[in-house]
């Protein structure tokens, strides 16, 4: 299916871990993002990646790396994770100039 | 950063009735407004906006941009249960960087 698929849909995991999130994108788009949808169900950027370079980088935790290891897959890795980090993380991807296609989502709760 | 307001944020009517969910936007580097419908999982694409006062229809829906205004309307006739979702609303602007607003949340009642 050509799709933007992420990894884990669900995450729980003690304050304090690293846990990484994976995505991938077979639409041959050239731009991927990692979104934040927190309890308020309000959507912000976070990361933007074009051709595996970082255009976007938004005012976010420095526990908080992205990484492109090619222009299909970018993944989040978050260290030292906190209370606060709870959310739904988005993954999605958009050819240039277009509008964007979503991954399904990764629901993070920390505890 | 842009802003992009929503209203009403919440709304509940019954099937058959319709609806006009609006959207403000700023104007810094805009390139496109646009409007996606998000029910439990991922947001889904529903329309892309660029130009004032052309209307864009797909089925009950559709919307049109007003740049003078500074504002979208998202039109949902002969609503359906199957409607009820959170409705969000988008602007791009350059480096396509999408700034949502906060969604309204519509339930359609039998």
């Known amino acids: 299916d050509t799709a933007v698929s992420q990894t884990p849909k669900y995450l729980v995991t003690q304050m304090g871990n690293d846990k990484s999130i994976k995505c991938e994108q077979n639409?041959?788009?050239?731009?991927m993002y990692w979104y934040k949808q927190d309890s308020k169900k309000f959507l912000k950027i976070m990361f933007s990646y074009n051709n595996k370079e970082l255009i976007i980088n938004e005012t976010v935790p420095n526990r908080f790396s992205p990484k492109s290891p090619d222009k299909a897959h970018l993944n989040l890795h978050i260290n030292s994770l906190e209370l606060g980090d709870s959310a739904v993380y988005f993954c999605a991807s958009s050819p240039t100039g277009v509008g964007y296609t979503f991954g399904s989502g990764t629901r993070l709760t920390v505890v | 950063e842009d802003k992009v307001v929503q209203s009403p944020l919440s709304l509940v009517v019954h099937e058959g009735d319709t609806v006009t969910l609006n959207c403000s936007y700023e104007?810094?580097?805009?390139?496109?407004l646009l409007w996606y419908k998000q029910e439990k999982k991922a947001p889904t694409f529903l329309f892309m906006l660029?130009?004032?006062?052309i209307e864009k229809k797909s089925g009950r829906l559709s919307s049109i941009l007003d740049k003078k205004e500074l504002s979208s309307i998202l039109n949902i006739t002969a609503t359906q249960t199957g409607d009820s979702a959170i409705y969000l609303c988008?602007?791009?602007?350059?480096?396509?960087?999408?700034?949502f607003g906060e969604g309204t949340q519509l339930t359609v009642n039998p």
């Open positions: 104007v810094t580097n805009f390139r496109s």
């Open positions: 988008a602007e791009e602007t350059s480096g396509s960087r999408l700034t």
């Open positions: 639409l041959g788009h050239d731009t």
């Open positions: 660029t130009s004032s006062g």
